[in-house]
């Protein structure tokens, strides 16, 4: 049951099968659990909102449209939990220790490593719509019509909003 087809899944744990939404747990934790952190810059903050989000589309499964990939799904509730955390606390988030470096692929050389610390140390700062744009776009793929399913915003406004983040970037790096 292990490479059961995503869709299967799903259909089985419509039907109370929690064997079957644990193997979806588990292809997508990582991923969410990067996404999360990626807003909201706390590592328990992030495991929470990760582990809300599973337990909020456990109970909206039947709300998912097949028309969207799974994974955008899940981005979109993540992202609306972590933006939600965000201003229900009103803290100041401050970059974490431990960043994610999911652009680089390998070993990066030392300087290459440097850059992207920097230049995740400077998304860090920016508002938490352009992180989480950021971080859809960048570091998890996303084209931007999934991103604009995942952030529940329209087309242009990812467009403007990731034009803005880079915009916000390239001043910091001048």
Known sequence: ???????????????GDTEAYGQLVDRYKNAIYHHCF????????????????????????????????????????????????IRSTAKVTTPGDKLIDALATGEPSPHRSAEMHELREMVNHLQPKYRAVISLYYWRGLEYADIATAMNAPLNSVRVWLLRAKDELRKELS
């Open 38 to 85: 990626a807003i909201v810059h706390d590592e328990d903050a992030a495991e929470d909102m990760a582990q809300e989000t599973f337990i909020a589309a456990y109970y909206q499964l039947k709300k998912y449209d097949a028309h969207y990939r799974f994974s955008t799904w899940l981005f979109k509730i993540s992202t609306n939990k972590c933006l939600n955390y």
């Open 1 to 15: 049951m292990q490479n059961t087809d995503e869709s299967e899944l799903i259909a089985q744990s419509l039907h």
